[in-house]
């Protein structure tokens, strides 16, 4: 976690919880339908399964998720830092996210492994400040 996220800005606003307490854990805020029980990250506003409008309602979603996939990019954007790993995490409720890996040795990754939710810097905007967004580490 950042230790004074004021002075930081968010990737996108709605995305997730950042923890307003000590030992409160972030979660990721995603949608479901009450039609046809359908997950989603991030959220809808429209069912993209059962096409029903009206049904969506925000949920926030598990804090932990397994491996699906990863990969480790080693040319990065400008505003990146190479090497790094992108992948794919599996929520208990359905949702496969993509995202970026962090406190690991790429070398130790392993499909199937446990992650659990961080908000975590991104990047920095032009004025310096960190851009919080989030990422998932091993437990």
Same mark, same amino acid.
């Given at each position: 976690m950042v230790d004074d996220p004021k002075e930081s800005? @968010? =990737? $996108?606003?709605?995305l997730f919880? *950042? /923890?307003? @307490?000590p030992g409160e854990a972030p979660r990721l805020l995603g949608s479901r339908c009450s039609a046809c !029980?359908?997950? %989603? %990250? /991030? $959220? +809808?506003? @429209?069912c993209p399964h059962c096409h029903k409008d009206g049904t969506m309602e925000e949920i926030r979603l598990?804090? $932990?998720g397994t491996l699906y996939t990863y990969c480790i990019v080693q040319v990065a954007p400008e505003g990146f830092t190479a090497p790094y790993v992108l992948g794919y995490?599996? =929520? /208990?409720?359905? /949702? +496969?996210? *993509?995202?970026l890996i962090t406190g690991i040795e790429p070398s130790a990754l392993r499909i199937g492994m446990e992650l659990e939710l961080v908000i975590e810097p991104i990047r !920095?905007?032009?004025?310096?400040?960190?851009i919080l967004g989030y990422k998932f580490c091993p437990i």
């Open positions: 800005v @968010l =990737l $996108k606003e709605g919880t *950042y /923890p307003a @307490l !029980q359908a997950y %989603f %990250f /991030p $959220k +809808r506003y @429209l598990s804090n $932990k995490v599996d =929520l /208990p409720e359905g /949702p +496969r996210v *993509y995202a !920095q905007d032009p004025e310096g400040r960190n």
